[in-house]
């Protein structure tokens, strides 16, 4: 086993400290990045998450783990397929390249629109509303997109222009990552949107305890990140373009613009609580206890509950009846 070396220190001379951790560890034949490690964990923890609140929106367990098969491949997919489209030019003199996903290049927006595609498909066959998913994936994109933000930190990469501020970050790298003896000092724009998107999380976190309607966390989502990330944006060096425009830039503004518009227009819509898919579920497990309890039957026959225990319930019953006819 062996480090993978990194192509340069890191250093914040703001915080007054320096290091230079490796990229990976290699065994063997094989290598095993930090990058995905790193995504790896932020993935993991957001199914975490989800297990432990999905019944605060009426979710079971199951609904949780089904649905995180059925997005994430969805997820990978688009998150690849989005940059290959808008960096198709490194790949056309070789496009079976789009395929070697090991190689790097992915794009988050891509990520989240294939994880929106595949949150839709999966509610489609679970006749599941499709708000309710959004909301508890939307919290869950946060803690990924915080964490997997620091696959780029270890990376070297996804910083910005070069800058003299506090939180400036220095490598020995020039803007388009090729080595030098000098050091440059950037915007370290993966710590700005890891930070964002952790305030982001906390935010949305209690707001939806207290969510009005379902749709609502997964709006604020769309608007918190589409508001940090067209600034955000504005400062990295590698963005990439559709024409003169940054794509993610662009696509962040107008996204964070929608959904603003509609979380206006709905906050002056009436929403009654019992419209809330999680009590919508609440109401029927109490209507089937209620009616589980008339029966005699609190939780049904177990298979330990014999035939004559269920005739002698059903007899009683049926006293009880004539006696009430004959009163």
Not at 50 to 55: C, F, N, S, V, W
Not at 288 to 294: I, T
Request: glycine content about 10%; proline content about 3%; aromatic content about 14%.
């Amino acid at each position: 086993m062996k480090w993978i070396e990194s192509i340069s220190s890191i250093s914040f001379p703001g915080l007054g400290f320096e290091i230079n951790p490796p990229e990976g560890v290699g065994i063997g034949a094989f290598s095993i990045q930090f990058y995905g490690v790193i995504i790896a964990v932020g993935l993991l923890l957001a199914c975490w998450y989800g297990l432990r609140r999905g019944k605060e929106f009426g979710l079971t367990q199951d609904d949780i783990l089904d649905g995180a098969l059925m997005i994430i491949p969805f997820a990978i997919i688009c998150a690849r397929a989005y940059y290959c489209i808008f960096a198709w030019d490194e790949f056309k003199a070789n496009p079976i390249e789009v395929l070697y996903i090991w190689q790097g290049g992915i794009a988050i927006y891509g990520g989240v629109i294939g994880a929106a595609l595949g949150i839709v498909a999966y509610c489609l066959v679970k006749k599941m509303p499709i708000g309710t998913a959004l909301d508890i994936t939307a919290l869950g994109f946060l803690i990924g997109q915080s964490i997997g933000r620091w696959g780029n930190f270890f990376n070297r990469e996804a910083f910005g222009a070069e800058t003299g501020n506090f939180l400036r970050m220095g490598l020995y790298l020039t803007g388009d990552r090729i080595r030098t003896t000098q050091i440059h000092f950037y915007h370290p724009t993966f710590l700005y949107e890891s930070l964002w998107n952790a305030v982001g999380f906390a935010l949305l976190h209690f707001i939806s305890k207290r969510r009005k309607y379902d749709g609502q966390v997964a709006l604020g989502y769309v608007a918190w990140y589409g508001l940090g990330r067209t600034f955000i944006e504005g400062l990295r060096t590698d963005s990439l373009y559709w024409g003169p425009f940054r794509v993610s830039q662009m696509l962040a503004a107008l996204s964070c613009f929608a959904a603003v518009t509609v979380l206006v227009i709905m906050a002056f819509r009436e929403h009654k609580p019992e419209n809330l898919y999680v009590n919508k579920v609440a109401a029927l497990e109490a209507a089937k206890a209620e009616e589980d309890v008339e029966t005699g039957v609190p939780d049904g026959p177990s298979e330990e509950t014999d035939v004559e225990t269920v005739e002698e319930i059903v007899e009683e019953e049926s006293a009880e009846k004539t006696e009430t006819t004959e009163e």
